[in-house]
């Protein structure tokens, strides 16, 4: 194929266990990540975000298609693809009877760092993920958050070419999110390729060049943010808290969606005066803001739950 | 300033790269439990005092069958450890996907937990070697035999450990492996109480054909040339086999089916 740090086709993967009928996690994703982007893969609970990852990290075989990294077939020389590899596993943890210091140093040293190079990089990473205060405390008596730190800041301190990041921030404080965002940021600029999966939207957002939505093993749509975000037919959005009894009158303006009392109206912002002024008509008090990504996922993800 | 991208600098991984790193993260793991350090010693402690109890002109042989046994239940160690580390922590994933050797990663887990339970067992080998009057051959012997031992136990336990998908199995299936082989046949006892139709199966298992050497070595069981042989060449291409094995096994479960 070519030698994009990330690319498959129709990769599909079946899980088979004994007595219980087999499962079609990934059922055909035809993907790619170019050279220093950030790339995220969304999708709900079960959609194959893990499974997508784990084979193309080489822990997982596929059932079939096909998956490179740089250039390296991941199904038949997993060896040649793993020295451009790091990853952070879902619920992995890091080892607790190591420090976060001693954690990253012996971690970069495993892979064949040198002694400076690995002492560098450690310090470097416990100062930008902000672990110094308990970087030579055991991880064990570390808070959930500060664990997952620990195994980020692992990681991060490979600048392996290509990264996976299954739920990197999951657990971490508002502040701790945006160190890593600030970190990843920083890898793609010297080169890094990152592919990530998160269930924090405004992180994907914030974070991605490009996303992928999955369900149920299959890429739904792929784009920028914005882009998703127009595909629902409107960048702002109108509440009307006490709107849901005259819904039909405001149909004609975009999508709507009833919840309780309340009416939402995805609108374009040319016709947001005219909306406003029947509003206003009406009485209805209204909140404008933009649509988020959250609301382009659950309507794109939503829509497809429909149709089956 | 034009610099070279991440991966024009990365270069293949090397067979048994990473070994001395992970042995060192091992023992840094390990060092935090001396309770377990203790507690590794229970069963031997156990038996050596029974044989004392029981006859104590049979204690020099019951000093070597603790050191080989000793050698032989840090497979259960390397089971344990290896099947936590992969279930509970992910480290599999952790460092596996990566450039370090699935080789380096299972000896380097072996050998840590050599190094941090080393002690006892030197202990015990020393107390073997002064109470039975060991010449300088046969503890030489005797630290080589041990290593055998450790090494066989330590590539089963890391085999083993791959088809764990729950740490609570775990528990009751390795200690029983490793106290099954390492206690029941002739290891603390002489060889020659062992049932004459079973003691061509005791010669093929690693601790009882160790301790059947250094036994006939001093004179405590009387072997044929035979025998000898049989024990000798079976326990060194047993462990030979079940390194390889380890090493292509460790290679194979990287990646899940
Ligand atoms: N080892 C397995 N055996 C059988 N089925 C599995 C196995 N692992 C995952 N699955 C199933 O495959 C599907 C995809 O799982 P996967 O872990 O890839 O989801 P995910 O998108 O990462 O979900 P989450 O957001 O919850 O992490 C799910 O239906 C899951 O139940
Ligand atoms: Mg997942």
């Given amino acids: ?308 | 300033m034009r610099t070279d991208p991440p991966q024009a600098l990365v270069r293949p991984t090397r067979p048994f790269r990473g070994t001395a790193a992970f042995l060192w993260t091992e023992v840094l793991v390990q060092a935090h439990e001396s309770l377990a350090m203790a507690t590794a010693m229970v069963t031997q402690t156990v038996l050596l005092v029974f044989v004392y109890i029981l006859n104590p002109g049979l204690i020099g042989v019951a000093l070597i069958g603790a050191t080989l046994f000793s050698s032989f239940a840090l497979g259960q160690r390397v089971l344990n450890e290896a099947a936590y580390i992969r279930i509970d922590h992910k480290a599999n994933d952790l460092y596996l996907a990566g450039p370090m050797s699935p080789e380096g990663y299972f000896l380097g887990m072996a050998t840590g937990i050599l190094v941090v339970y080393i002690a006892p067992i030197a202990l015990l080998g020393t107390l073997a070697v002064v109470v039975g009057h060991l010449n300088v051959v046969t503890s030489l012997l005797l630290v080589g035999l041990a290593g055998l031992v450790w090494l066989f136990a330590a590539s089963i336990g890391y085999i083993f450990s791959t088809f764990f998908r729950d740490n609570r199995a775990i528990w009751a299936y390795a200690s029983l492996f490793f106290n099954v082989f390492g206690v029941l046949p002739p290891v603390f006892y002489p060889f020659g109480y062992f049932p004459p139709a079973l003691q061509p199966v005791a010669l093929l298992m690693p601790p009882s054909a160790a301790a059947a050497l250094l036994q006939s070595r001093i004179g405590v069981t009387a072997l044929s040339t035979g025998q000898v042989e049989l024990a000798a060449v079976g326990l060194v291409v047993e462990t030979l086999v079940v390194f390889v094995l380890a090493v292509f096994w460790a290679r194979r479960t990287v990646r899940g089916p």
Wanted: hydrophobic share 40%.
């Fill in chain 1, 1 to 308: 194929m070519s030698d994009d740090p990330l690319r498959s086709v129709d990769l599909r993967k079946t899980y088979f266990t004994k007595g219980t009928p087999p499962v079609e996690a990934l059922a055909g994703v035809t993907m790619s990540v170019r050279s220093g982007e950030r790339v995220a893969l969304l999708g709900r609970n079960g959609a194959g975000k893990t499974t997508f990852l784990k084979i193309a990290s080489t822990l997982l075989r596929p059932t079939s298609g096909q998956i490179e990294v740089f250039g390296h077939d991941v199904s038949t020389h997993p060896d040649r693809a793993r020295p451009y590899i790091a990853v952070v596993p879902q619920e992995g943890k890091p080892f607790f009877h190591l420090g976060p210091r001693e954690m990253i140093y012996t971690y970069l040293r495993a892979r064949g760092l040198s002694r400076e190079t690995s002492k560098a990089r450690t310090e470097e990473a416990i100062e930008r993920m902000n672990l110094t205060e308990f970087a030579d405390r055991l991880c064990i008596t570390l808070s959930g958050g500060q664990r997952q730190r620990t195994m980020v800041a692992t990681v991060i301190a490979t600048q392996a070419p290509l990264l996976f990041l299954d739920e990197p921030t999951i657990g971490m404080d508002p502040f701790a999110r945006r160190e890593v965002w600030a970190s990843l940021r920083d890898l793609t600029t010297k080169g890094s390729t990152i592919l990530l999966t998160t269930h924090y939207l405004d992180e994907a957002e914030a974070l991605s060049h490009r996303l992928y939505i999955v369900e149920r093993g299959r890429v739904l749509v792929s784009g920028t943010a914005d882009d998703l975000k127009r595909s629902v037919g409107g960048t702002l959005k109108v509440s009307l808290p006490e709107g849901a009894p005259q819904a039909e009158t405001f149909r004609s303006f975009g999508e709507t969606v009833v919840d309780g009392p309340s009416l939402t109206i995805i609108v374009h912002p040319e016709r947001l005066g005219e909306l406003m002024e029947l509003a206003l008509a009406r009485s209805l008090t209204a909140t404008v803001g933009p649509v988020t990504l959250e609301e382009a996922f659950l309507r794109v993800v939503g829509r497809n739950i429909d149709e089956d």
